[in-house]
């Protein structure tokens, strides 16, 4: 099945953009980069009738600004030993990685049609048996901090001043292994490990204070001895200033929580605990397409 997103306009548009260098990438860049990889993500769900769209169009914001901003890697050496590590914990969510690292030259975007299909490297949980570049393969929540520990630990063990990022959701922190991984962190003063998590308050099951609610969240991460920020995970300043606090600050792990809202850029899904995990049918994808290409339209007109 072919791949229909964009047009000719918006891809010279992005090239361009992907050619520049990460500090000349303007916030209105940024933009049309997140509404595209919203766009991707939808349609990658769409096409495998099977996955989840609301997390990825909520995280879009923030893995513009990673693969656009702050990450340091090299599409032509991609397991070079210098490139910055992001590990996926909510592996679920993938769907915005791949879209994300599809923008920035990892692969062509015509093979987000092959999501969740038998064969594809895109599996629907992350795998690192058929893609390596990922990092780890995520499925079961509330690993991937210990995951991300043990890279970060071994990387200053061995000098390689390499920063690990890892994504988490709120729902994932109800997990006992988070908190050990939180705790060993502070021990070893794991100070490369940048931790930022998807703050909706949804997880498959509801809303996160109705199933178990996490109390003071940022104040948990305080008291296992991690420096914390709250961040507006849909502004793109506020994004980005939100990680380059967490590369500047010193003496050990720090945790960004970022406020989002499940759905974001399309109208029925915001909020909405029913796109935690469900695919769109046709309508429902035609008119979630039609309103972000409506907002790409808008933002084509500022970079014109």
Known sequence: MGWSV??????????TIRA???AQRT?????????????????AVYLANSGHPGGPLG???????????????????????????????????????YAAMALAGYFSEEELATFRKLGSRLQGHPSTRYFPELENSSGSLGQGLSNAHGVALGLKLRKNPARVFVGMSDGECQEGMTWEAAMAAA???TDNLIAFIDWNNIQIDGFVDDVMSLGDFEGKF????????????????????????????QGGPKVILFKTRLGKGVSFMENNPDWHGSPPKKEQRDQAMQELEQSAAEILKILS
Not at 6 to 15: F, S
């Open 222 to 249: 305080k008291a296992f001895g991690w420096q914390t920020k709250v961040a507006d995970g849909h502004d793109l300043v506020a994004i980005e200033a939100a990680f380059q606090w967490a590369l500047q600050a």
């Open 59 to 97: 995280l879009a914001d923030i893995y513009a600004v990673l693969y656009f901003k702050v990450l340091n890697y090299d599409v032509k050496n991609t397991m070079a030993d210098s490139r910055d590590r992001l590990l996926l914990s909510n592996g679920h969510v993938c769907a915005v990685k």
């Open 187 to 189: 021990h070893y003063k």
């Open 27 to 43: 916030h209105d860049e940024l933009r049309l980069v997140a509404n595209r990889i919203r766009r991707n993500a939808v349609e």
């Open 20 to 22: 520049k260098p990460p």
């Open 6 to 15: 964009g047009d000719p306009t918006e891809n010279a548009i992005l090239e």
